[in-house]
């Protein structure tokens, strides 16, 4: 059973242009979300979170939007850089679950010249 | 060291035989998690210690796995008899207590089963 899903496994996008990476979730107890983001060889990193009070966050390049009717938030990234050429996991924690995370598999994000 | 410090980096270990990957939070953080992912799939949850609570197991696979927490710091995850679909990264991560902060990765270490 999937609560966190991302159903594109790969998004290619040109330099400069925007990046819209997408997540669903089905558990209604999640009340924070986060994405992550991973290179080949190394540990995920955090990128930027988002509370479940709020529809939108943004730190520099990076958008977060929540819909929470829809169980749906979404991570913008613009202008798209090739050093954003990574692996890009959301994730959700429930409250009460302390800080556990539930990931999605993934999005391979591919930034072109 | 400021970050989430994972050892050994990589591991290929022989079918049947017991690992033990070790694990040092970064300082100060009284969460600390077991995550792996394997080749293709998401990051599944294994294990969650906090504090001195009783550790959330959920995630562990088999009772081939099993992970301490020594002294509210270092943990090791064990792995007992290993079989090839053992193969994973397996991700370690800390955080600070409460619900709502982001928790910080290792770097991983590489279990590859033959």
């Known amino acids: 059973d999937q609560q966190v899903k991302q159903n594109s496994p790969s998004l290619s996008v040109q330099e400069g242009r925007i990046s819209i990476l997408n997540c669903d979730y089905t558990n209604s107890m999640f009340d924070y979300f986060l994405w992550y ?3 080949p060889a190394e540990g995920p990193t955090f990128l930027i979170s988002i509370s479940s009070i709020k529809d939108k966050n943004e730190d520099g390049r990076f958008t977060v939007f929540l819909n929470k009717s829809a169980k749906h938030l979404s991570l913008h990234i613009v202008p798209s850089q090739p050093g954003d050429s990574a ?17 999605g598999t993934g999005t391979q994000l591919k930034v072109e010249l | 060291g400021a970050g989430v410090s994972q050892s050994p980096s990589n591991k290929v270990t ?5 690992v033990e990957l070790r694990c ?3 300082s100060g ?21 906090q504090g001195n609570s009783a ?3 959920s995630g562990l696979p088999s009772d081939r796995f099993s992970a301490e927490r020594t002294g509210g710091s270092v943990s ?3 792995i007992q008899r290993t079989q090839q679909e053992d193969s994973a990264v ?18 991983g270490s590489w279990l590859t089963v033959v």
């Open chain 2, 14 to 18: 022989e079918k049947g035989k017991d």
């Open chain 2, 55 to 57: 550790p959330d197991k």
């Open chain 1, 37 to 39: 983001k991973k290179y």
């Open chain 2, 29 to 49: 953080h009284t969460a600390l998690y077991w995550y792996r992912q394997s080749l293709g799939q998401g990051l599944e949850f294994l294990i969650y210690f």
């Open chain 1, 87 to 103: 692996v890009y996991f959301c994730a959700a924690s429930a409250k009460g679950g302390g800080n556990k995370l539930t990931f």
């Open chain 2, 90 to 107: 397996y991700l370690c991560a800390s955080s600070f207590r409460q619900g709502g902060n982001t928790i910080y990765f290792g770097e």
């Open chain 2, 24 to 26: 040092d939070p970064i």
């Open chain 2, 76 to 78: 090791t995850l064990t």
